[in-house]
């Protein structure tokens, strides 16, 4: 089992930046492959970012792709979303997810977060 708790939603102006920690717990880390998801009102989960276990390996959503960076650090168990330039569509409920697939995120997730709200206002 392994338990995600995110952190770092909230308010911003678009244009603006917000990052998002998810830290994880349980089974051993290294193991998994991680990736951020989002969900809008009315609108069903999208895949956001992947990394790999061992994290050289990163994949985005086209929407995200040269805005948001996705990194993790093995010591402390944590996977971050760093969202730069943001828009008022990129608004929605941030998940955290862990794979035991490594590279496989986007389509394979094993436990998910409990989320957590970003919204850009304009």
């Known amino acids: 089992q392994v338990q995600l708790v995110e952190s770092g939603g909230g308010l911003v102006q678009a244009g603006g930046s917000l990052g998002l920690s998810c830290a994880a717990s349980?089974?051993?880390?290294?193991?998994?492959?991680m990736g951020w998801f989002r969900q809008a009102p009315g609108k069903v989960r999208e895949f956001v970012a992947g990394i790999s276990w061992s994290g050289p390996t990163t994949t985005y959503a086209d929407s995200v792709k040269g805005r948001f960076t996705i990194s993790r650090d093995n010591t402390k168990n944590t996977v971050y979303l760093q969202m730069n330039s943001l828009k008022p569509e990129d608004t929605a409920v941030y998940y955290c997810?862990?794979?035991?697939?490594?590279?496989?995120?986007?389509?394979?997730?094993?436990?998910w977060g409990q989320g957590t709200q970003v919204t850009v206002s304009s």
């Open positions: 997810a862990a794979s035991s697939r490594d590279s496989s995120v986007r389509t394979w997730v094993d436990y």
């Open positions: 349980g089974r051993t880390f290294l193991n998994y492959g």
